[in-house]
């Protein structure tokens, strides 16, 4: 395993972040793939042994038992300072609006319960999960600095939000001498780069970590077109993101599927590879013991630059879809459903 530094922090971070979206009571969970407890700590501890230190997880992931299942894992398998936890929190409901709950004392609450959760006194990144335009910028930030300086949240990041979101944030904590936004977890893998036209410029001045989710596209960069799976079969939000443009995309898979052929590897390891070149630690969900060993083993891979040509020359710009279709204020106020009793964040 690599490790980097987290952006402008003093975290160290393996190359792969685990992601938790599959660990947590089936019984809360949206996928008939999310793992109980035993399958979840086996995942974690195999992750583990195989030097990845950096796990992300949220407070909407399975009613939080994914925060349970992750936070005991870690007690058991590790020292709490061998380990980079991150977390995210939720938008304030409407109940909470109506009743005049600020965003500084929704942050507060959902940290403490997400602390609970874990059953730690701290989380190392705590991330705003999707843009609330329900809640004044400044008391998101207030709230998260709070945090900070309370000791509960050592840096903060950021989820699902445009490039000129982030810049506006991380300028307004810089002028009110807030913590800044040292991470931004946004969709972008092989199939979908439109995080190439603003984001990975920002952050690349800024020295803002990518740490992005569907870093596999939901199985697609992992498996020949019609190879049938569960997740492939029965993801219906991966589905909304990813059918439309199944057939420009699978020239790009099929490249996948090639070049994989051709050096002896999996399309894991091919998929993963590329976007480590672009990227601090993409986040990587493992619900079965190959994604682990595909995932580690894609960071000791080196593509050449006609390999990363021939992968990249094929891309068709695409429409956003999925949690990011609706980060607008017209959008936003429709959909404005975020509790922690609903599990409509997908990532």
Same mark, same amino acid.
Request: negative net charge.
């Given at each position: 395993? /690599?490790?980097?530094?987290?952006?402008?922090?003093?975290?160290?971070?393996?190359?792969?972040? &685990?992601g #938790?979206?599959g660990?947590g %009571? =089936?019984?809360?969970?949206?996928?008939?793939?999310?793992?109980g407890?035993?399958?979840?700590?086996?995942?974690?501890r195999?992750?583990?042994?195989?030097?990845?230190?950096?796990?992300?997880?949220a407070i909407a992931? /399975?009613?939080g038992?994914?925060?349970?299942?992750l #936070?005991r894992?870690?007690r058991?398998?590790?020292?709490?300072?061998e380990?980079?936890?991150?977390?995210?929190f939720? =938008?304030?409901?409407g109940?909470?609006?109506?009743?005049g709950?600020?965003g500084?004392?929704h942050?507060r609450?959902?940290?403490d319960?997400s602390l609970?959760?874990?059953?730690m %006194?701290?989380? %190392?990144?705590?991330?705003?999960?999707?843009?609330?335009y329900?809640? =004044?910028l400044?008391?998101?930030?207030?709230g998260?600095?709070?945090a900070?300086?309370?000791?509960?949240?050592r840096?903060?990041?950021?989820?699902?939000?445009?490039a000129?979101?982030? $810049?506006?944030?991380?300028?307004?904590?810089e002028?009110?001498?807030?913590?800044?936004?040292?991470?931004?977890?946004g969709?972008?893998?092989?199939?979908?780069r439109?995080?190439e036209?603003? &984001?990975?410029?920002?952050? $690349?001045?800024d020295n803002?970590?990518?740490?992005?989710?569907?870093a596999?596209a939901?199985?697609?960069?992992?498996?020949l077109?019609?190879e049938?799976?569960?997740?492939?079969?029965?993801?219906?939000?991966?589905?909304?993101?990813?059918?439309?443009?199944?057939r420009?995309? #699978?020239?790009?898979?099929?490249?996948?599927?090639?070049?994989?052929q051709?050096?002896?590897v999996? &399309?894991?390891?091919?998929?993963?590879?590329?976007?480590?070149?672009?990227?601090?630690?993409?986040?990587?969900?493992?619900t079965?013991?190959?994604?682990?060993? #595909?995932?580690?083993?894609?960071?000791?891979?080196?593509?050449t630059?006609?390999?990363?040509?021939?992968?990249?020359?094929?891309y068709v710009p695409?429409?956003?879809?999925?949690?990011m279709?609706?980060?607008? =204020?017209?959008a936003?106020? /429709?959909a404005?459903v975020?509790?922690?009793?609903?599990q409509?964040?997908q990532a």
């Amino acid at each position: 395993m /690599q490790y980097t530094t987290l952006g402008n922090s003093e975290l160290k971070v393996s190359r792969i972040c &685990m992601g #938790g979206m599959g660990f947590g %009571d =089936p019984k809360n969970g949206q996928h008939s793939w999310t793992l109980g407890e035993e399958a979840s700590r086996a995942i974690i501890r195999q992750g583990l042994e195989a030097g990845i230190n950096f796990f992300d997880t949220a407070i909407a992931y /399975q009613s939080g038992t994914s925060e349970q299942y992750l #936070g005991r894992a870690l007690r058991d398998f590790a020292r709490r300072d061998e380990v980079v936890v991150a977390t995210k929190f939720l =938008p304030r409901t409407g109940q909470e609006i109506e009743s005049g709950v600020s965003g500084q004392q929704h942050i507060r609450r959902m940290l403490d319960t997400s602390l609970k959760n874990l059953g730690m %006194d701290y989380v %190392d990144l705590y991330i705003y999960h999707m843009w609330d335009y329900q809640t =004044p910028l400044y008391e998101i930030l207030e709230g998260l600095n709070e945090a900070v300086k309370a000791g509960k949240a050592r840096y903060i990041g950021i989820s699902n939000c445009f490039a000129y979101q982030l $810049a506006k944030a991380n300028a307004l904590a810089e002028k009110e001498g807030f913590a800044k936004f040292v991470s931004i977890q946004g969709h972008y893998n092989l199939i979908f780069r439109e995080e190439e036209r603003e &984001m990975a410029r920002l952050c $690349a001045e800024d020295n803002i970590a990518m740490t992005p989710y569907s870093a596999l596209a939901g199985g697609r960069l992992a498996k020949l077109p019609g190879e049938s799976s569960k997740r492939l079969e029965e993801d219906s939000y991966a589905k909304l993101k990813y059918d439309a443009t199944a057939r420009q995309d #699978g020239v790009i898979i099929q490249r996948v599927a090639e070049l994989a052929q051709k050096r002896g590897v999996s &399309m894991t390891e091919i998929s993963l590879a590329w976007l480590l070149t672009k990227v601090t630690a993409p986040v990587v969900g493992a619900t079965k013991p190959h994604h682990i060993e #595909g995932a580690v083993k894609a960071v000791e891979l080196t593509l050449t630059p006609e390999e990363m040509e021939y992968l990249e020359e094929a891309y068709v710009p695409h429409a956003l879809v999925g949690v990011m279709a609706q980060n607008t =204020p017209a959008a936003a106020k /429709q959909a404005h459903v975020w509790s922690t009793g609903n599990q409509k964040i997908q990532a």
